[in-house]
C-alpha cells in the first residue's frame, strides 16, 4: 500500500486572528487568507449579521469548529474587552489583532458637523486604540501581532475628505506608537491600500482621477491586500512599527 504523506503544517495553524468588520468586502477576503493559511478567526460585525453568518459557515464547511462571530459596536468602548473574551473563550487564545473596520466618506470643510468628526475618528482611531489596548494581555502572552489597515491618505491627504484623513494619519502614529508601547512582546504594523475596493457611494470620478495617479495604471484587488497582510502574520517576524503601502505606486507618483 502506499504511504500516507502528512500534510505540510499551515504556517497559522494554532493561531486565532480576530479581523474587526470582516463580513463583507476587503475585512472578508482578510479572514479567508488568514483562515486558509490555517489560523481560527474570529469575525467581527456591527450589523451585517447575514453576511458574517454566511461566511463563517462556509469557512467552517472547510475546517469545522474554525470560526467564529461577534456582534459589537466598537464605538461603545465598554463592548471591546468582552470582545476580546469571546475570542479567547472561542479559540483558547488570541494571536493576532487585525483592525479592519472602518468609515469613510467626504466631509467638505465649511460643513464637517461633530456627528462626522466622531463617526470617522472613532472607527478609524479610536476604536483601534482602545481595542488594542483590551487584547494587549493575550497578544503578549501570544507573542502576537497586531495589523491595522491604514491609508495612503494618511500620509498625504485627500481633498474633501479632511477628516478622513487626520483619521488615518492618526492610525499611522498610533501604529508605531504601539509598536514602541507593546515590543518585544508584540508586534504591531500597519497596510496602507490604495484604490482597492472603493465603497459603492463613492464618486466615479474620483477613482478615475485616483486610479490614474497610479505607476500601475489600474486599481488593486483585496486579494493584494490579504497577501500584505499574510506576509506580515506570517514571513516577517523581525519587522514591527511599519507601514507598507499596497497602492500600484501612488505614494511615489502622486
Request: aromatic fraction near 6%; charged fraction near 20%; hydrophobic fraction near 50%.
Amino acid at each position: 500500500m502506499p504511504h500516507s504523506r502528512a500534510q505540510p503544517r499551515q504556517p497559522l495553524e494554532g493561531r486565532t486572528a480576530l479581523i474587526t468588520g470582516s463580513a463583507r468586502r476587503i475585512g472578508a477576503e482578510l479572514a479567508r487568507a488568514l483562515h486558509a493559511a490555517g489560523a481560527n478567526v474570529v469575525l467581527h460585525y456591527r450589523s451585517s449579521d447575514r453576511e458574517a453568518g454566511a461566511l463563517a459557515d462556509s469557512l467552517n464547511g472547510a475546517r469545522p469548529r474554525s470560526a467564529v462571530t461577534a456582534q459589537a459596536d466598537l464605538l461603545e468602548t465598554a463592548r471591546l474587552a468582552p470582545l476580546v473574551a469571546e475570542a479567547v473563550a472561542a479559540f483558547g487564545r488570541l494571536d493576532i489583532l487585525v483592525n479592519n473596520a472602518s468609515s469613510f466618506f467626504p466631509t467638505p470643510l465649511g460643513a464637517i458637523d461633530e456627528r462626522q468628526w466622531e463617526s470617522l475618528i472613532g472607527s478609524n482611531l479610536k476604536a483601534p486604540l482602545f481595542l488594542t489596548q483590551a487584547a494587549a494581555r493575550e497578544l503578549a502572552a501570544a507573542r502576537g501581532l497586531v495589523l491595522n489597515l491604514v491609508d495612503i491618505h494618511g500620509l498625504r491627504p485627500l481633498a474633501r475628505y479632511p477628516v478622513y484623513s487626520v483619521a488615518k494619519a492618526g492610525l499611522i502614529m498610533l501604529t508605531k506608537s504601539l509598536a514602541r508601547e507593546l515590543a518585544p512582546l508584540v508586534r504591531v504594523n500597519a497596510v496602507a491600500p490604495g484604490p482597492v475596493m472603493w465603497p459603492d457611494e463613492a464618486d466615479a470620478e474620483l477613482q478615475e482621477r485616483v486610479i490614474s495617479h497610479t505607476l500601475l495604471k489600474r486599481p488593486g484587488s483585496p486579494a493584494d491586500v490579504a497577501r500584505a497582510v499574510l506576509f506580515f502574520a506570517s514571513e516577517a517576524p523581525y519587522v514591527t512599527g511599519q507601514v507598507l503601502a499596497v497602492d500600484g505606486g501612488r505614494s511615489v507618483g502622486w
